[in-house]
């Protein structure tokens, strides 16, 4: 279907529903499928089955008619009936006749929700009457065989004479063909006395063995006994049971499926009308043959009636065996080049896959490498941005609070409180406030002690704005050693009331410039 040249677009919805129906149950290429669906107005049923009759250059004349042209109106004496001028399936089939094969059906049986079912006890109470008159009429017409025993085998004979037709038992229940072959396989036992797998039946119904048969390349034995023949008993015992028939169709090399049944069922009377089956016991082998068509399966030989020896039979099998072995050799050489190809593709597909998935897999580490890395710089960005801006903050708050810090009192002010504070550098500084000043003035003092110490000259020309949007922290607190107290800038209060008129200070930092650089390269 990969390879395939055909545009499924240009196709309606339904007849893309009929060519994909027809496609899993033919396991055919598009190639294969289109031609036989537009034959059959994309009818998948009729498809289906033509393919597995191995009809599939059959021409549809309601198709035929449905493209052909309207007949001209002139000369209406000479046109003719469209059935008359195209070709029948019993014309095509007496064509593949005289070119030595005669196509095999491929017989479906019902299915089980179809299978009819014994009637329920009420049916039976109203049909009784019937009944017991059947019944009445089957024992007088045994009492009158078994006093005159002539006239059975003379009507029998007379009978046999004119066809020799089965007559399917309607009394016998009908079950579903794999249930069919087991009662089939489990009565032949039972009737000639041999064991479980003497003959190796096939466990399924005929349309599956057909199926094996012709996907497998395997010949496909049918045989068709009838109760009703006496030479059915003798060519079971002498044939079908004999040693060198049982090893000929057990034999691996020879590739066979044996199916078999009674006539008595269903299915096998269906397939031997199929067949044209005229006299019993009856033995068919069917093959796939190529030279009919892609799909044909036919019937290569054919065994009717009593036989003679069982080599005569298997000489027969294996004469159609030898003639038809090269050709189906030919056949599996080219599905083992096909298959051999379907896989080295696959393996192709399978590895470019893989090494597509492989490409994907280090394209989305790259990728994720690289977004790690430009998040680690963007950060990186961030936080030096953010320090940037934290210092641009603090140096304009520095400058704007040192402009806003009164001077110092002179000798004239009386009240002033005096205070000898330690810096961090360890140089002692000793300033006068005013008694009713904060003591968040003192904590601006000492911050901003550096810029009031080195008379800036842009403080005096030119005021510095307060910085919108800053909440200033100190990184200190004052502390008098004895004895140890702490003076918090968050506690409001004048520097007299919480320290007294004079006091000696230290100046703490709370936290040092190098731990918060180790902290803030912790957290990233």
């Not at 017989?107 to 009420?122: A, K, T």
């Not at 399978?350 to 977004?371: G, I, M, T, W």
């Not at 500084?429 to 800036?456: H, M, P, Q, S, T």
Request: net charge negative; charged share 30%; proline share 6%.
């Amino acid at each position: 279907m990969a390879d395939s040249t055909v545009d499924l677009t240009s196709l309606t919805e339904s007849q893309q529903i009929a060519v994909q129906q027809f496609i899993s149950v033919t396991d055919q290429d598009i190639d294969t499928a289109l031609p036989l669906l537009r034959k059959t107005q994309y009818n998948v049923q009729l498809a289906v089955s033509r393919f597995f009759d191995g009809e599939v250059d059959v021409v549809d004349p309601a198709t035929e008619a449905a493209r052909a042209p309207p007949p001209p109106a002139v000369n209406a004496r000479r046109a003719e009936t469209l059935m008359d001028g195209i070709p029948n399936r019993t014309q095509l089939r007496g064509a593949n006749a005289s070119n030595g094969h005669e196509l095999a059906p491929r017989i479906v049986s019902p299915p089980e929700s179809q299978i009819s079912r014994p009637l329920g006890f009420p049916f039976n109470i109203l049909l009784l009457p019937f009944n017991l008159t059947y019944v009445i009429f089957q024992r007088v017409l045994g009492a009158v065989g078994y006093l005159f025993p002539v006239i059975p085998r003379l009507l029998s004979r007379l009978w046999s004479g004119r066809t020799s037709q089965p007559s399917r038992d309607t009394g016998r229940r009908p079950l579903s063909p794999r249930d069919t072959a087991a009662r089939f396989a489990r009565e032949f036992e039972e009737e000639y006395g041999v064991t479980h797998g003497t003959l190796p039946f096939h466990e399924g119904g005929y349309a599956n063995a057909f199926d094996i048969a012709k996907r497998d390349l395997k010949y496909l034995l049918v045989v068709l006994l009838s109760p009703e023949h006496d030479d059915t008993a003798p060519f079971v015992r002498d044939i079908l049971l004999a040693p060198d028939f049982v090893q000929f169709v057990k034999e691996p090399s020879n590739n066979i499926i044996l199916w078999a049944g009674t006539v008595q069922d269903a299915e096998a009377y269906q397939i031997s009308s199929a067949l044209n089956v005229t006299r019993f016991p009856y033995a068919c082998l069917i093959v796939h043959t190529p030279s009919v068509s892609s799909t044909a399966m036919s019937k290569v030989a054919t065994s009717s009636g009593p036989v003679a020896a069982p080599g005569d039979l298997i000489a027969k099998l294996e004469a159609a065996m030898r003639e038809h072995g090269q050709e189906l050799d030919r056949v599996r050489s080219q599905r083992q080049e096909q298959e051999a190809t379907r896989s080295l593709r696959q393996e192709q597909e399978s590895a470019y896959e893989r090494s597509l998935a492989q490409d994907r897999e280090k394209a989305r580490r790259r990728k994720e490498e690289v977004e790690a890395q430009e998040k680690v710089e963007r950060e990186e960005w961030e936080r030096a941005e953010r320090k940037a801006n934290e210092a641009r903050m603090l140096a304009q708050w520095r400058r704007w609070r040192a402009q806003s810090i009164p001077a110092e009192p002179g000798a004239d002010v009386k009240d002033a409180v005096r205070m000898s504070i330690r810096m961090p550098s360890g140089e002692r500084v000793i300033r006068k406030f005013r008694a009713d000043a904060e003591l968040e003035e003192l904590y601006a003092f000492v911050d901003c002690y550096d810029i009031l110490n080195g008379e800036d000259e842009s403080i005096s020309e030119k005021e510095t704005p307060e910085p919108e949007g800053y909440d200033h922290q100190y990184k200190f607190r004052l502390v008098s050693p004895m004895p140890r107290e702490v003076y918090d800038s968050e506690k409001s209060g004048s520097i007299r009331e919480r320290i007294g008129r004079s006091g000696n200070l230290i100046v703490e930092r709370i936290v040092a410039e190098d731990d918060t650089d180790e902290e803030e390269e912790a957290e990233a």
